[in-house]
């Protein structure tokens, strides 16, 4: 892939790339402007099979990603198939992606891609076969990958991460192997995980992903001193500490979770939406915790919890498979959450605004977990 920015060309220096000379060329366009391109056509040596692997791995994991909040609560997983023509090097001759739930899982969508043409026909014979999970071996909503990958004579099947699924769990690649059809494990297996942390915390730990988000601003505050006289929301005068553009990466994290989650209190006061308005995507499930019963209007289609514990409130949302939840707060619920160590990340929205004073934002102690975003001057 090129990464366009500026008035340059880059390319970008991951695993399996072949690296060159380290000579730069200058192509001039017709409108003047300089393009660098960094030389990689003196390499000497072959690529190492795990090299050529871990190339068309991330090619998977690339494909993967562009279902993000569209195949919930589906893992994300990209298929990339590839033969060795007659001169020995290899070639993408078919790829997909799961695109949706409920639809075509990555493997069927590469395999029969284009199946009315002659090309989209072919067996596949002697092919290798990428994907960042291991394929499923049961009827669901489609029929299993596994069954298919066998039909079109595939050799050998590269995997990034197994199915912790129970319904999978294994018998995915019992399958090929039974079949005769090399399988290959653990290739950029970190990666893979990352990708797929809410899957994987799902059915592993039996509790959604949990993303702690809250914005603040410059010296540390969440809202200002009451004795300032900006009150929130709908309740005096509003105010904002995220940017134009913090906003808009706030609305596009909502579209990558299941659910959005916060306090009564919140609630009560500000009257939040909680959708995604300023960026196209699916909608998250707006969750309100109201452990004390104070709220009787809740709007239809929220989920309304009056759950007392963490524990107790992501035992419902996993019962309702909620694969993912972003929790906004307030700061009661955002330290009740932070205490229990039942959260995944943390994402705060540092605004370049200062307070002076105020309600103090949380102080997270794991900075393992701890994202700042700050906006760019």
């Known amino acids: 892939m090129l990464s366009l920015w500026s008035g340059y060309v880059a390319f970008p220096r991951a695993a399996g790339w072949p690296a060159g000379d380290g000579k730069a060329m200058q192509i001039y366009t017709k409108k003047g402007n300089r393009i660098f391109f960094c ?39 990209g298929c990339v198939v590839v033969v060795r023509g007659a001169d020995g090097k290899s070639r993408v001759v078919s790829e997909g992606y799961h695109q949706e739930h409920g639809h075509n899982h990555a493997e069927r969508n590469a395999l029969l891609r284009g199946a009315d043409s002659p090309a989209g026909a072919r067996s596949y014979e002697g092919a290798t076969l990428y994907v960042n999970l291991e394929p499923c071996s049961h009827y669901g909503l489609t029929p299993p990958c596994a069954n298919l990958i066998v039909e079109k004579s595939i050799v050998r099947v ?45 059915m592993e730990q039996g509790r959604p992903y949990v993303i702690l988000k809250w914005a603040e601003s410059a010296d540390g505050y969440m809202a200002p001193a009451a004795a300032t006289g900006v009150a929130v929301g709908g309740q005096g005068k509003s105010y904002w500490l995220s940017t134009e553009d913090q906003n808009r990466l706030n609305h596009r994290w909502r579209t990558e979770e299941a659910a959005i989650l916060v306090g009564s209190e919140t609630y009560l006061r500000d009257r939040p939406a909680l959708t995604a308005r300023h960026y196209l995507g699916p909608q998250p499930q707006p969750v309100v915790l109201d452990r004390r019963g104070r709220l009787k209007d809740v709007p239809s289609g929220w989920l309304h919890l009056q759950t007392e514990s963490v524990g107790e409130t992501l035992k419902a949302l996993y019962e309702r498979k909620i694969q993912s939840v972003i929790v906004e707060g307030g700061r009661q619920i955002l330290d009740a959450f932070l205490a229990s160590g039942l959260y995944d990340e943390v ?27 700050t906006p760019i001057r």
């Not at 795990?50 to 993967?64: G, I, P, S, V, W």
């Not at 004073?357 to 997270?364: K, M």
Request: net charge positive; with cysteine.
């Open 39 to 77: 030389n990689f056509a003196h390499r000497k040596e072959e690529m190492t099979q795990h090299e050529t692997d871990t190339q068309y791995m991330r090619r998977c994991l690339q494909l993967a990603a562009q279902g993000l909040g569209r195949v919930r609560p589906n893992p994300l997983v």
């Open 347 to 373: 994402r705060i929205l540092r605004s370049p605004v200062r307070l002076g004073g105020g309600l103090a934002a949380p102080t997270p102690t794991d900075g393992r977990r701890v994202h700042i975003y």
């Open 158 to 202: 590269v995997c990034c991460n197994d199915d912790p699924n129970p319904l999978v769990a294994g018998r995915g690649f019992a399958k090929l192997e039974a079949a005769g059809i090399e399988v290959v494990r653990g290739v950029l297996e970190e990666e893979g995980r990352w990708l797929n942390r809410r899957f994987f915390t799902y």
